[in-house]
C-alpha cells in the first residue's frame, strides 16, 4: 500500500523559515514525479513545486519563485519543501503527491496524495 506523509508543518512568524517533508512508503520514489501543492481556506487546491525523477528539473508556482526549494533524497524515499521568507498569504494546507508521469506537472493529475500538513504564518 502506497503512502505519503507529510510533517513539518507548525506555527511561524512573518519572514520564518520551515521545512516540510514528505516520506513516502510502499513504493520508491525514485520512478515519481514529487509534487507539493496547498489549499487555503476557501480557496482551490493549488500548484506549488515539482520535483523530476533524478532532480533534474523543478517547476515551481510564480507565488513561491525564489522563496522555496523542492528536493529530493531517493536513497531515504523522501520529498522535501524548504520555505524561507514566510509570508500570511502562504498560510495552508501543504499536500505531496506522487505520480509516474503527470501532465503538467502543475496539475492535480497525481496518482497518489498524502493527508497534508498544517502550515501557519502570523503576521
Known amino acids: 500500500q502506497v503512502q505519503l506523509v507529510e510533517s513539518g508543518g507548525r506555527l511561524v512568524q512573518t519572514g520564518d523559515s520551515l521545512r516540510l517533508s514528505c516520506a513516502v512508503s510502499?513504493?520508491?520514489?525514485?520512478?515519481?514525479?514529487m509534487g507539493w501543492f496547498r489549499q487555503a481556506p476557501g480557496k482551490e487546491r493549488e500548484f506549488v513545486a515539482a520535483?523530476?525523477?533524478?532532480?533534474?528539473?523543478?517547476e515551481y508556482s510564480d507565488s513561491v519563485k525564489g522563496r522555496f526549494t523542492v528536493s529530493r533524497s531517493n536513497a531515504e524515499n523522501t520529498a522535501y519543501l524548504q520555505m524561507n521568507t514566510l509570508k500570511p498569504e502562504d498560510t495552508a494546507i501543504y499536500y505531496c503527491?506522487?505520480?509516474?508521469?503527470?501532465?503538467?506537472?502543475?496539475?492535480?493529475?497525481?496518482?497518489?496524495w498524502g493527508q497534508g500538513t498544517q502550515v501557519t504564518v502570523s503576521s
Open positions: 503527491a506522487a505520480d509516474v508521469s503527470p501532465r503538467p506537472y502543475t496539475s492535480l493529475e497525481y496518482k497518489h
Open positions: 510502499g513504493y520508491a520514489i525514485s520512478s515519481y514525479v
Open positions: 520535483i523530476s525523477y533524478g532532480a533534474f528539473l523543478t
